[in-house]
């Protein structure tokens, strides 16, 4: 059960934590990339532990990985928008 617990207050956590700091020192490409590395990690031992499947972990870290490119993208967009409109 504690599992569980992690991928529902950790791993938003996680995500956004390394999205927003990574975001300050203008690395785009690093923060999905460690959510999706640091969670499955969490994938491949969690199912060593206890006796639980790891196609549900797995499939969680896929849907976090895929918030923080959406998250990446969104403020990487939007910088990129606003040196265009201070250049004109």
Avoid: D, H
Wanted: glycine share 2%; hydrophobic share 60%; net charge positive.
């Amino acid at each position: 059960m504690w599992e569980i617990i992690v991928y529902i207050v950790a791993a938003p956590l996680l995500t956004l934590f390394l999205t927003i700091t990574a975001m300050k020192y203008n690395q785009f490409i690093l923060p999905p990339v460690i959510v999706f590395v640091v969670l499955n990690l969490f994938t491949i031992f969690v199912p060593m532990l206890t006796n639980n499947e790891w196609q549900p972990l797995f499939s969680r870290a896929i849907i976090f990985t895929i918030g923080s490119v959406l998250l990446c993208t969104i403020i990487w967009t939007g910088r990129i928008f606003k040196r265009i409109r201070a250049y004109k």
